[in-house]
């Protein structure tokens, strides 16, 4: 199974691929990130891959590597059972990878949640903003230099109301200019 | 083994009863009254088929492998069998054991001078149980473990042991994994 | 309720289009009687019309990610029941299987058929819970009732198993907490025909009732094609059409083994995924039958002091067994560096772990990956332009469980 694959992804000479390794039956696939919207349409729309689920984007956090984070997407193929996985180097500096949102509209949660634990910047995301914790959250939880009993300080709802009611403003005036 | 798939089937509904429903709460009432009637005969010759209790008056009756709170071995002559080895302080994943040890000059030379359990983070998962090498915590089946503060849930030596007789339910499921992978049988551990 | 058409008007009335009006904010949740799970849904209506929603999860974020990497690899294992606590053991086997792969070895067939009973028997409890709930938020007591008369009969089984009702962790890496105890295939077969009684009640009461069926006929429809984009799985796929089924299309366990069907439906629709829910308790008790019958006996852990404690038999009498004891509980089980991605078929769809070792004790990454995250997702979608009405089924039966969707 995996190994048709490994032929097909060979056999078309994916600009941005970097590498192609198998791991305990896995196939993974190290991706450009200049090139990972492209690779995953080709991905998704090639019936020789036909990868038409992204079930899963997280990062993995390597502190003192370069690039520090290693954003991982799963994608699983309906009609040909296979899967892949796709990885994306983002450095510390600037945490930065394209969004795939496009590509597959599920990315929109799972890149948010990665935003939110990891703090890496989705461009081109519609709505990247905070997905499980409170937007006045301090730092970014699953890094490994976020302690695991850190205290975050109080917020009160005269922080929070301002803010909030601008927020609401905004996206008012943007879904719904014609009320305004 | 090939599987079949199948599509599941939607009933047409019933043109002359669609709008009142009347059919449909006849039958509730037929299923519902059943019930009430099943309950009650039941009740009537006290042997109940609801399967509430009435909780204080009646206890629950657990399944002999049934995990409740932890709690140390008291043997016959009053002592606890912990040796205060702190394996099951190692193994918890929300660290509320707290043993402190000591020696004597008795047969067993280590025992535990201190040993805490704060019953407000246990979460009854057992792996204190499990990683026990001398059978000395258990997994008992007393689950009321309430009060009125939070330093009333931290239980420490002498609120947490049991004799052993008042375990016999729980040691007993649990005796019986103690061999399933003896390719020989292992020597019979001596009786407490 | 979706055959009335809001901006549809008789002769010589105006239309609600027309009316002059500002869209109504409302906030549904976080702790709404109508969703059994915590989130809260953001609200914009024209009326009754559903014009723009927001959908918030995260209030029952607890770090399961965070805690996973910060213990053992055997100590996650509890947190994992939390994940969907309605169905507490397929999270077991899900995780216990990745760490497994990792290192490569696999249990005994017996510990791989406890293993399969026990999933479905979690299975059952879910959908029992689902159904139940769903009926209940529909304002239909009795059925709830029934299904928690149901679904105790499944968690005393999960009591016989493992002592623990909800909080089971009762899967161990490379085995089973404890064998199953005497007479078990009995009591499941007592137990399972129970509730099968009380299930056929339930069944009685609202199938055929037409208000649980205006409800749910033709309401948060979705196409096939959206679901997947979403990565939706599980019974809201199969009930578009899709017959996905991990225990079919990538079988674990000894899934290969045992003959069952995968229900899906043909709309898409809410009545759909109620109907493909009740067709899977009965191929879950199907599977459990089989799956009893030829139940073998043996072992039900691997012989394997890397990753599995000795028994205890041989621990309190021979050394190298005692000091497998210590090394494995105060180090930890140790597998080789590397990562893997498991998928199991949970009750509501594809739950995924992936797990990152870098040779040490505790996992340096140990992601879920959640079928509750992906399917409420997709709510907004399935909502939009819908009734206000519609907004409470729909949820009902995306079945979104907070300790799932949060973690």
Not at chain 2, 56 to 79: H, I, S, Y
Not at chain 3, 274 to 295: K, N, T
Not at chain 3, 326 to 355: D, H, M, S, W
């Amino acid at each position: 199974m995996s190994q048709s694959l490994v032929t097909a992804l060979a056999s078309q000479a994916l600009e941005g691929i970097v590498e192609v390794a198998e791991s305990r039956g896995e196939l993974v696939v190290r991706v450009l990130p200049v090139a990972l919207v492209e690779v995953c349409t080709t991905l998704r729309d090639d019936p020789a891959f036909a990868f038409d689920f992204l079930m899963d984007v997280t990062a993995v956090d390597y502190p003192g590597r370069e690039p520090r984070f290693e954003v991982v997407y799963h994608l699983y193929s309906l009609k040909l059972n296979h899967r892949v996985r796709l990885k994306v180097g983002a450095s510390e500096a600037s945490p930065h990878v394209p969004s795939v949102t496009p590509v597959w509209r599920g990315a929109n949660w799972l890149e948010r949640e990665t935003y939110d634990m990891y703090g890496i910047q989705f461009d081109g995301h519609p709505d990247l903003r905070r997905i499980y914790l409170y937007e006045e959250f301090e730092g970014h939880p699953l890094r490994k230099d976020y302690p695991k009993e850190k205290r975050q300080p109080l917020v009160t709802r005269a922080d929070v109301e301002p803010a909030q009611q601008r927020r609401q403003r905004e996206r008012d005036s943007e879904r719904y200019g014609r009320w305004q | 083994m090939p599987g079949r798939v199948v599509t599941v089937e939607r009933r047409p509904r019933p043109r002359a009863m669609d709008s009142l429903g009347a059919l449909a709460i006849l039958r509730g009432l037929a299923v519902t009254s059943r019930h009430f009637f099943r309950n009650l005969w039941g009740f009537l010759r006290g042997r109940p088929t609801i399967f509430t209790i009435n909780y204080p008056e009646e206890a629950q009756q657990f399944a002999p492998a049934f995990r409740g709170m932890p709690v140390l071995v008291e043997m016959p002559d009053g002592k606890e069998r912990c040796v205060a080895c702190g394996l099951c302080e190692w193994a918890c994943p929300v660290d509320c054991i707290t043993i402190y040890p000591a020696e004597t000059h008795d047969e067993v030379e280590r025992y535990p001078r201190v040993f805490d359990i704060d019953m407000s983070r246990c979460m009854f998962c057992g792996l204190c149980e499990e990683s026990c090498p001398e059978e000395a915590i258990v997994m008992s089946d007393r689950v009321a473990i309430a009060s009125t503060h939070w330093r009333g849930n931290v239980w420490h030596k002498q609120d947490l042991l049991v004799p052993v007789g008042d375990l016999e339910k729980r040691l007993g499921s649990i005796r019986r994994g103690y061999d399933t992978r003896a390719s020989e049988p292992a020597v019979e551990r001596e009786s407490a | 309720m979706s055959d009335t058409d809001a901006g549809s008007k008789a002769p010589g009335t105006v239309g609600l289009d027309e009316l002059h009006g500002e869209p109504l904010e409302l906030q549904m949740g976080p702790s709404h009687p109508a969703t059994h799970g915590t989130v809260r849904i953001s609200l914009k209506l024209h009326g009754e019309r559903i014009l723009w929603s927001d959908v918030q999860v995260g209030y029952l974020h607890r770090g399961f990610e965070k805690e996973c990497e910060a213990g053992e690899y055997a100590q996650a294992i509890p947190y994992t029941d939390r994940l969907n606590y309605a169905s507490p053991i397929i999270n077991n086997v899900g995780y216990c299987l990745a760490v497994e792969k990792l290192f490569g070895v696999e249990v005994p067939p017996r510990g791989q058929y406890l293993r399969t009973i026990a999933s479905e028997i979690s299975r059952l409890s879910d959908h029992f819970t689902c159904l139940g709930a769903g009926a209940m938020e529909l304002a239909a007591m009795t059925p709830f009732l029934y299904c928690m008369q149901a679904r105790e009969h499944m968690w005393d089984l999960h009591e016989a198993l493992c002592g623990a009702r909800v909080t089971t962790n009762y899967v161990r890496i490379g085995g089973l907490q404890s064998d199953a105890p005497e007479g078990f295939a009995a009591l499941c077969r007592e137990k399972l025909a129970a509730a099968l009684a009380i299930f056929a009640d339930v069944e009685r009461m609202l199938t055929e009732n037409p208000i649980f069926r205006d409800r749910l006929e033709g309401t948060g429809i979705a196409s096939a094609e959206t679901l997947i984009a979403y990565g939706v799985t599980g019974p809201l796929l199969r009930a578009a059409g899709v017959p996905l089924d991990l225990r079919r299309t990538q079988p674990y366990l000894v899934y290969d083994q045992l003959d069952f069907d995968v229900p899906i439906g043909k709309t898409g629709d809410n009545y759909d995924r109620y109907l493909v829910r009740v067709e899977e308790i009965r191929q879950s008790v199907r599977i459990i039958e089989q799956a009893l019958a030829a139940l073998p006996d043996g072992p039900i852990d691997v012989d394997d002091p890397r990753l599995r404690l000795p028994p205890k038999g041989r621990v309190f009498n021979r050394m190298e067994e005692l000091i497998d004891q210590f090394k494995l509980v105060t180090e930890g089980a140790r597998p080789p560096a590397g990562e893997v991605y498991q998928a199991v078929e949970g009750a509501n769809g594809e739950l995924g772990f992936y797990i990152v070792s870098n040779g040490s004790g505790r996992p340096w990454k140990c992601r879920c990956r959640s079928p509750s995250f992906s399917n409420t997702q997709v709510l907004g979608e399935m909502v939009q332009g819908a009734l206000l009405a519609d907004v409470v089924p729909t949820f009902d039966m995306i079945n979104m469980i907070g300790g799932e969707c949060d973690r």
